[in-house]
């Protein structure tokens, strides 16, 4: 990437791990010549003294142009190592001409001395997971890349199903371009090769749920302990949904659904699935399901009922209610 060039520090964090590779990958290249990497690049994983980073950061490069240091998970942009930060962060000010440091971080303090004197000094990337809109864009760009087509509206269903990891996406879509050939994927083919998430797998469930299908109901729970999913597990996406359909019911009237996504973390396809759920149920029949929930948890734990039957019976209870 042109933006790594001439950048002597650069710091990348985020939990969208595809990002934080895929930048990693680039700057790696553009740093140092693959054949120079033996000599002349350092990794550092953990807790590492920031004396040790420094050391590596002021070797001269054998043989080549530039030098890399790499450092992951250190924690210096958090608190608790306030020493080694401001340490780092001094000699952030002055690296020598011939070295390219890298710091790659989940989290970080943006008021710490440290991050500052990356974001004055050098590059700073927040690796976010992109909006729905972005994410099926680049699914579509990316199918071309491998040379089969993905409709805009397949990109659509096939996110919803997987969820929004670029990582999951990148492999599924690559999974259904192997499998398509040169053709054109629809939504029948997302179903054959793709994995759908347990949380595409609850919101099937719900809707069975919210149709009174107790029906379709058992049969897809069968289908989820069949795959080995946890029944508990299961009852706690349930009473989660819940839990959900009650506060988007609440705050629906009130702001948008981009706002109750920043409200309540959520994705914004996710809001929509909870907010279209609350019209298959009544603000008393939401509580009552999950005091259901409850109940069921409380049963299964104290022996009282087997935990694949127990959620069975749950099941058929919120139906028939």
Same mark, same amino acid.
């Given at each position: 990437?042109?933006?790594? %060039? #001439?950048? =002597?520090?650069? @710091?990348?964090?985020?939990?969208?791990?595809? @990002?934080?590779?895929?930048?990693?990958? !680039?700057? $790696?290249?553009?740093?140092?010549?693959?054949?120079?990497?033996?000599? %002349?690049?350092? $990794?550092?994983?953990?807790?590492?003294?920031?004396?040790?980073?420094?050391?590596?950061?002021?070797?001269?490069?054998?043989?080549?142009? =530039?030098?890399?240091?790499? $450092?992951? !998970?250190?924690? @210096?942009?958090?608190?608790?190592?306030?020493?080694?930060?401001? !340490?780092?962060?001094?000699?952030?000010?002055?690296?020598?001409?011939?070295?390219?440091?890298?710091?790659?971080?989940?989290?970080?303090?943006?008021?710490?001395?440290?991050?500052?004197?990356?974001?004055?000094?050098? @590059?700073?990337?927040?690796?976010?997971?992109?909006?729905?809109?972005? +994410?099926?864009?680049?699914?579509?760009?990316?199918?071309?890349?491998?040379?089969?087509?993905?409709?805009?509206? $397949?990109?659509?269903?096939?996110?919803? #199903?997987?969820?929004?990891?670029?990582?999951?996406?990148? #492999?599924?879509?690559?999974?259904?371009?192997?499998?398509?050939?040169?053709?054109?994927?629809?939504?029948?083919?997302?179903?054959?090769?793709?994995?759908?998430?347990?949380?595409?797998?609850?919101?099937?469930?719900?809707?069975?749920?919210?149709?009174?299908?107790?029906?379709?109901?058992?049969?897809?729970?069968?289908?989820?302990?069949?795959?080995?999913?946890?029944?508990?597990?299961?009852?706690?996406?349930?009473?989660?949904?819940?839990?959900?359909? +009650?506060?988007?019911?609440?705050?629906?009237?009130?702001?948008?659904?981009?706002?109750?996504?920043?409200?309540?973390?959520?994705?914004?396809?996710?809001? /929509?699935?909870?907010?279209?759920?609350? =019209? %298959?149920?009544?603000?008393?029949?939401?509580?009552?399901?999950?005091?259901?929930?409850?109940?069921?948890?409380?049963?299964?734990?104290?022996?009282?009922?087997?935990?694949?039957?127990?959620?069975?019976?749950?099941?058929? /209870?919120?139906?028939?209610?």
């Amino acid at each position: 990437m042109k933006e790594f %060039n #001439n950048q =002597r520090c650069c @710091l990348f964090y985020g939990k969208e791990g595809f @990002l934080l590779s895929h930048w990693r990958k !680039s700057l $790696v290249e553009t740093a140092v010549p693959e054949d120079a990497r033996d000599m %002349n690049m350092d $990794v550092f994983e953990g807790k590492v003294d920031a004396a040790r980073i420094i050391e590596s950061a002021e070797t001269q490069p054998f043989m080549a142009e =530039r030098r890399l240091v790499v $450092v992951t !998970s250190s924690g @210096l942009f958090q608190s608790g190592r306030k020493d080694d930060a401001e !340490s780092m962060a001094n000699f952030v000010k002055d690296i020598p001409e011939s070295t390219v440091m890298l710091f790659i971080e989940q989290d970080v303090d943006k008021r710490g001395k440290l991050y500052k004197s990356v974001v004055e000094h050098g @590059l700073v990337k927040e690796a976010a997971t992109p909006k729905e809109a972005e +994410l099926v864009d680049w699914a579509v760009k990316l199918c071309a890349s491998f040379g089969a087509k993905l409709p805009k509206p $397949v990109a659509v269903y096939l996110i919803r #199903n997987i969820s929004a990891d670029m990582q999951l996406i990148y #492999n599924e879509v690559a999974k259904l371009a192997s499998y398509k050939g040169s053709g054109e994927i629809s939504n029948a083919d997302v179903d054959t090769i793709c994995t759908k998430s347990l949380e595409a797998k609850i919101f099937d469930l719900m809707k069975a749920i919210g149709n009174r299908d107790a029906k379709r109901a058992a049969a897809l729970y069968g289908n989820l302990i069949a795959a080995k999913e946890s029944p508990l597990m299961v009852l706690t996406m349930i009473a989660r949904q819940f839990r959900y359909y +009650l506060q988007c019911a609440h705050l629906s009237p009130k702001i948008s659904q981009k706002d109750i996504a920043a409200q309540l973390s959520l994705h914004p396809f996710a809001v /929509r699935e909870f907010v279209e759920g609350t =019209r %298959n149920f009544s603000q008393s029949a939401m509580i009552s399901a999950l005091e259901n929930c409850l109940e069921t948890d409380f049963a299964i734990k104290t022996g009282q009922i087997g935990d694949v039957l127990g959620v069975e019976v749950l099941l058929i /209870r919120i139906c028939n209610e």
